[in-house]
């Protein structure tokens, strides 16, 4: 009797269990109505015009014609959008700002001033931009699928997707000469899209805002709301007399879009609804509660740290130079967006016990697939095994964050690594290389390394690699990195390292551009004979960061086969199809202009003024408004973008969009599809959307479209920019 109670008492827990999942996860559902980030394939299912939308799913995306999509293009990692039949494309001064940092000096101070070309004749090539706009899609998860099987060793596994992938990319690019082809993972392990893209490498620029517009309120107000910042600017699309993508020529014209927006400087108000199309970098909300928990505890304070300590000594160098400031500017804004976005989610993880919940979850999705025989066969162990690689990778983090970090803290290091790697891959078949150094990357790698000369300054160079040589030499004995031990053998360890940075910093040559473009164009017996000390230590770290990468592929093939059983088994449970993750691919999202309450007893609205910028300005950086924009806001000189009911000048916009990382500088459209802001960044409580987006507190940020005529009128005087848009 006893015994059947105790039975019937684990059933009923278990059925509660399900039953409160259940409960929980439909109430959820309501208030997370508008959560996803929809890949094309998914467009044409969605009414939005019950989203308050004029436009069709079709007007966005129609197969074989003309659609919204064809003005979005991706830059680099971030959005834009075209806004003239000339070429001419809208997009986040953050996204541009290393063109603008490429062409500053001293003297010639863009960074600070701003950048306007009058005319065609003086925009500026931004070199390393390139634009893509998506051609086509296909879904290909059965020809990469098809190359695996259950029985593979998984480091196999990890290295045949690879290697159809590239195939695949290698016989498209063949048959479409002049386009890039991408394999995208939808589903980890699951489902896979191939996109084929134009592909434009002439990119200008033509108006980058001051500083004091474009970052205002830098770092302070990053990730933040209430913002006024002008996070625009405007560049150009070339292409050969003919049309076709062609590189930097100055015989090149305008590129023609299939395409363009229409701006309206009208804007939108409060309730309105809008949606963005745009290029979001990653999201992992399918990931489990072991990931979760190792972003938490262990990568992502880890880096945090790191990177708060490299912002400050950066900044300290360069406070007595602008010249350095400027050199070392980029780095310092790209690790502190990071810095802080790991700050908010660790605080956001915190306050919404986001751990807990999905172990909670995880708890009722176990007890879903004991429930019945056939789901327990073939779902039983996932959630273990998911576990168990977790488990081996926490207690590895130490060893692997040191030797990830230690390439990437100094440019040196890296420039020695790669003429290194480069000599050894380029003599293998061009399938078979590590991606970078494939023939259609090469020169995009080379170019890439030729900016990193550009901003190298080698004392904090130095800084940093003593600093990561340290950490090195601190790690257990089980984690030992032999090339490390070889530099601090015997004696004193500071000295040691210091001895070895003074000698190899002193005679090294690969801070010469020219030198370090000819050392890639050597074979690996050449290379052993240039004696250089950071090719040397290249050489030295090479068998550990090979290891490595051994080991991130084996774990590689285990997550793709776990994480499939994951989503299917999770789908079943929630009797739902998942949205893929963002990954880098076109998708579009939808909502409305939106304020929210960010803690207990606060309010936000979601239009911020011109008012905001003057009462927020100081003499001092990044509050140092220019005067020329003071001077308008007191004239009252706000032309046709004034707000009627705030009578002021737009600012920023706030909305309940679904967007992360990458979608910097997508459009924001209201429901006619005509642009009427720039999508730039998140509120604070929202960069914990990478993890779980609500409806509570996940906020966008947009430039409003009239801020940015406004600036371009009348402060830049850009008129014939206004003309091109048709805004005039
Ligand atoms: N400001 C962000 C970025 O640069 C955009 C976002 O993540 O929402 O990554």
């Not at 159809?164 to 899209?193: C, H, L």
């Not at 737009?650 to 979608?663: C, E, I, K």
């Not at 999508?679 to 959307?689: K, L, P, V």
Request: proline fraction near 4%; glycine fraction near 6%.
């Amino acid at each position: 009797m006893k015994k059947h109670h105790s039975i019937i008492t684990s059933l009923q827990q278990t059925m509660i269990r399900i039953f409160i999942f259940f409960i929980l996860f439909s109430t959820v559902n309501l208030s997370i109505a508008d959560e996803g980030m929809y890949p094309l394939s998914e467009i044409h299912k969605l009414n939005l015009k019950a989203k308050g939308l004029k436009v069709s799913s079709k007007d966005i995306y129609n197969p074989g014609n003309v659609g919204i999509i064809d003005a979005i293009v991706n830059i680099g990692g971030c959005t834009g959008s075209f806004i003239s039949p000339d070429g001419l494309i809208i997009t986040n001064h953050h996204c541009a700002f290393s063109a603008v940092q490429q062409i500053s000096t001293k003297e010639n101070d863009y960074i600070t001033n701003g950048f306007l070309a009058k005319t065609r004749e003086e925009e500026i090539p931004a070199k390393g931009f390139s634009v893509r706009i998506v051609d086509s899609y296909k879904d290909v998860s059965k020809e990469i699928l098809g190359a695996v099987n259950d029985t593979m060793d998984l480091v196999a596994r990890t290295k045949a997707i690879d290697k159809k992938i590239k195939e695949i990319i290698a016989e498209i690019e063949k048959q479409n000469t002049g386009k890039r082809a991408e394999v995208s993972e939808m589903f980890t392990g699951k489902s896979y899209m191939l996109f084929i893209y134009t592909f434009l490498k002439d990119v200008r620029a033509v108006y980058i805002p001051p500083r004091a517009i474009g970052e205002f309120g830098g770092e302070f107000d990053n990730w933040v709301w209430p913002r006024h910042t002008g996070d625009f600017s405007f560049i150009r699309a070339y292409a050969a007399p003919d049309g076709s993508p062609a590189e930097y020529s100055p015989s090149n014209v305008p590129y023609h879009p299939k395409k363009y927006l229409k701006v309206n400087p009208n804007g939108v108000n409060e309730n309105d609804p809008v949606f963005i199309l745009g290029y979001p970098g990653r999201t992992y909300r399918h990931r489990s509660s072991y990931y979760l928990n190792f972003e938490e505890k262990i990568r992502m304070p880890y880096v945090a740290d790191l990177f708060e300590w490299e912002i400050m000594t950066m900044e300290n160098t360069g406070k007595s130079d602008r010249a350095i400031a400027i050199k070392l500017d980029g780095k310092i804004k790209g690790l502190a967006n990071t810095m802080k976005n790991y700050r908010g989610k660790l605080q956001g993880m915190n306050r919404l016990h986001l751990v807990d919940n999905k172990r909670e979850e995880e708890k009722a999705l176990q007890s879903f697939i004991e429930a019945n025989p056939k789901r327990k066969q073939l779902y039983g162990t996932v959630l273990e095994e998911l576990g168990r690689i977790y488990d081996e990778l926490s207690s590895r983090a130490n060893y692997e964050l040191t030797l990830d970090y230690l390439l990437q803290s100094s440019g040196m290091l890296n420039f020695g690594y790669t003429v290194y790697e480069a000599a050894r891959e380029l003599k293998k078949p061009d399938i078979e290389r590590i991606g970078s150094y494939m023939d259609r990357n090469f020169t995009r790698t080379k170019e890439s390394l030729q900016m990193s000369e550009d901003n190298y300054y080698e004392p904090i160079d130095k800084i940093f690699l003593r600093e990561m040589i340290m950490q090195a030499s601190r790690l257990p004995q089980d984690m030992r990195i032999p090339a490390i031990d070889s530099i601090i053998r015997g004696g004193d360890v500071e000295n040691a390292v210091n001895q070895f940075l003074e000698g190899a910093y002193k005679s090294s040559k690969l801070n010469d551009k020219t030198f370090l473009m000819d050392a890639l164009t050597k074979s690996p017996e050449e290379i052993d004979r240039m004696n250089d000390p950071f090719i040397e230590f290249a050489k030295a770290l090479y068998p550990s960061y090979q290891q490595l990468r051994e080991t991130r592929q084996r774990r590689e093939g285990a997550l793709s086969k776990l994480s499939a059983l994951y989503v299917d088994v999770k789908e079943q449970f929630q009797k739902k199809d998942f949205i893929p993750d963002a990954n880098s691919t076109l998708r579009l999202t939808f909502g409305k202009i939106e304020g929210y309450s960010p803690a207990d007893a606060l309010y936000s609205s979601p239009i911020t003024t011109v008012k905001g910028i003057i009462e927020k300005t100081r003499s001092e950086e990044p509050y140092n408004t220019p005067q020329k924009l003071i001077d308008l806001y007191k004239a009252k000189n706000f032309g046709r973008y004034m707000h009627k009911k705030l009578k002021d000048v737009p600012v920023a916009l706030l909305y309940n969009l679904d967007t992360t990382g990458g979608n910097s500088g997508s459009p924001l459209l209201n429901a006619n599809g005509e642009i009427v802001g720039v999508n730039f960044d998140r509120a604070y409580g929202a960069t914990i959307n990478d993890y779980a987006w609500s409806e509570d507190y996940s906020r966008s940020i947009a430039v409003d479209i009239r801020y940015v005529l406004w600036v371009t009128e009348k402060f830049a005087g850009a008129e014939h920019l206004l003309k091109e848009m048709g805004v005039n």
